[in-house]
T-cell receptor, first 112, second 110 residues
Framework: GAGVSQSPSNKVTEKGKDVELRCDPI?????LYWYRQSLGQGLEFLIY????????KSGLPSDRFSAERTGGSVSTLTIQRTQQEDSAVYLC??????????FGSGTQLSVL | SQQGEEDPQALSIQEGENATMNCSYK?????LQWYRQNSGRGLVHLIL?????REKHSGRLRVTLDTSKKSSSLLITASRAADTASYFC??????????FGTGTRLKVLA
């Protein structure tokens, strides 16, 4: 079956604009994660959805960041009023058992 | 703060040699996993070891876990050029919020 799909693969935006990043998890996977990875760095946890439970938003760096997951499937990460320090690769992962995570190829965000 | 820290940050070896990388973490865990990342994009799951296990093997991979020292090691035996990648450990406790370490960049020279 299809893997985790993220779109767009690359996004260039101007400072101050809003962006939306999309993640299509593997069908049936109840857990969905968003991470951010700056160049040459490790993964920074952003947010975690599990089924119908309230998401764990503890990793969101500021109130400019928000995420939702509609119908327990597709998720959108929104960054408002983008800043240059938001430039990074945004990675989405899903899991059926909250153990093995399956990652998408990420969205490279560049804020000019 | 990050849960896991890998050591070394970078490792360069000759093809055929073994590669060992280590991960330390801070709190009690449900399990510890190792992932590989090529070209700075998506990560691929390699192996999972549970908190009540001490050693696990998968092909050329061997993982150990020492919960008393809060550390794990990943050994890749008989390395190949294709093993060149970044390797990350990931840990979760309680809520299954996985925190990744800083990674080890492995370069295998042909």
């Amino acid at each position: 079956g299809a893997g985790v799909s993220q779109s767009p693969s690359n996004k260039v935006t101007e400072k101050g604009k809003d962006v939306e990043l999309r993640c299509d998890p593997i069908s049936g996977h109840t857990a969905l994660y968003w991470y951010r990875q700056s160049l040459g760095q490790g993964l920074e946890f952003l947010i975690y959805f599990q089924g119908n439970s309230a998401p764990d938003k503890s990793g969101l760096p500021s109130d400019r960041f928000s995420a939702e997951r509609t119908g327990g499937s597709v998720s959108t990460l929104t960054i408002q009023r983008t800043q240059q320090e938001d430039s990074a690769v945004y990675l989405c992962a899903s899991s059926s058992d909250r153990e093995k995570l399956f990652f998408g190829s990420g969205t490279q965000l560049s804020v000019l | 703060s990050q849960q896991g820290e890998e050591d070394p940050q970078a490792l360069s070896i000759q093809e055929g040699e073994n590669a060992t990388m280590n991960c330390s973490y801070k709190t009690s865990i449900n399990n510890l996993q190792w992932y590989r990342q090529n070209s700075g994009r998506g990560l691929v799951h390699l192996i999972l070891i549970r908190s009540n296990e001490r050693e696990k093997h998968s092909g050329r991979l061997r993982v150990t876990l020492d919960t008393s020292k809060k550390s794990s090691s990943l050994l890749i035996t008989a390395s190949r050029a294709a093993d060149t990648a970044s390797y990350f450990c990931a840990t979760a406790s309680g809520t299954y919020k996985y925190i990744f370490g800083t990674g080890t960049r492995l370069k295998v020279l042909a």
